[in-house]
């Protein structure tokens, strides 16, 4: 009788392919660099063949081994979409559902990139989604209304596995002037509670300046639109390009990350969330670097000199 393969040792297997590393896939996948690199061995050994070359910035899979992931992959959604649709009911195999939300920040920039990997690795099921805030997602995914949701949090405590980090940015429009040296600057933010905005203001009031809350929105498309009108400036999470029309502001304080989260409900599918995990920390890594520490204080820009402490001035009320 032939010998199985382990489905342990080919999560370990996919996720050193999907890193390019067996130190960050022994990260996602909380183990031992060591244990990952054993699974990998005793495959190669299982399957008589050799599954990559080591280089000296990483793996590179064999032709032969490039063959045997794509193999595996589907493998393993097929396990898992066979657990699922058993496990616990024994209704038989239907078309599932897999619900997805996050927020509007990461929707414009990576819910594509998402989309792709979950149409590839599970072509069986059927895909809907929600955008919201992270808070509300959190929350849905908490009442299982969510299979798995894209969130942000300043935080480094909050909930989910950080997948990486997007670059804090402040942007305008073209036509708003800044004088240099400015003490008051007119601020375009979401509205409260919001740990951008809080975060806005708490960057620029160490700096002596004085934030004044001339437009807030609920939504993304609201707050750019009010900064492409020339309200004022804003602070945005931002993996890659400046949003059309909008240019990005130097000289002001530096906001550093805002760490990016996958929560998962509890019972969902390894090879669900682990999907995402992998494809969301490659795009990040690749557009921003390596995740960085969530940012806790940071000093002021050089260059800006703080004025006198003042009142920080309260968003209108709503």
């Not at 950080?162 to 400015?182: C, F």
């Not at 400036?233 to 949003?243: D, E, G, K, R």
Request: hydrophobic content about 40%.
């Amino acid at each position: 009788m032939t010998e199985p393969l382990n489905l342990t040792h080919l999560r370990s297997l996919v996720a050193v392919v999907d890193r390019k590393s067996f130190t960050r896939a022994a990260q996602v996948l909380h183990l031992s660099q060591s244990t990952v690199s054993q699974h990998v061995r005793l495959l190669e050994r299982r399957v008589g063949s050799e599954l990559f070359v080591r280089e000296q910035r990483g793996v590179k899979l064999t032709p032969r081994g490039g063959e045997f992931v794509d193999r595996a992959r589907g493998l393993l959604a097929e396990h898992d979409e066979l657990v699922g649709d058993f496990a616990g009911t024994g209704s038989g195999r239907s078309r599932r559902r897999l619900s997805i939300g996050s927020t509007e920040h990461a929707a414009d920039q990576v819910l594509p990139r998402l989309l792709g990997a979950f149409r590839r690795t599970f072509p069986g099921n059927e895909l809907s989604f929600v955008l919201q805030r992270s808070t509300a997602l959190i929350e849905s995914v908490r009442r299982e209304d969510l299979d798995l949701a894209v969130t942000l949090a300043i935080t480094p405590d909050a909930p989910g596995t950080r997948v990486g980090a997007m670059r804090l940015r402040w942007v305008a429009d073209a036509t708003l002037e800044i004088p240099e040296g400015s003490t008051a600057l007119p601020l375009v933010a979401f509205e409260d509670p919001c740990a951008i905005r809080a975060r806005a203001f708490d960057l620029l009031g160490a700096s002596g300046v004085v934030a004044s809350v001339v437009a807030q929105s609920a939504s993304l498309d609201g707050v750019l639109s009010a900064v492409r009108a020339g309200l004022g400036l804003a602070l945005l999470p931002i993996a890659s390009n400046i949003p059309e029309g909008l240019r990005e502001l130097h000289g002001l304080p530096p906001a550093g990350h805002i760490g990016v989260y996958v929560v998962s409900r509890d019972g969902l599918a390894d090879t669900i969330t682990h999907t995402a995990v992998t494809m969301l920390s490659s795009f990040l890594t690749a557009t921003t670097g390596p995740a960085p520490t969530p940012i806790i204080d940071q000093p002021p820009a050089p260059g800006w000199r703080a004025a006198p402490a003042r009142r920080r001035r309260p968003a209108p009320a709503r």
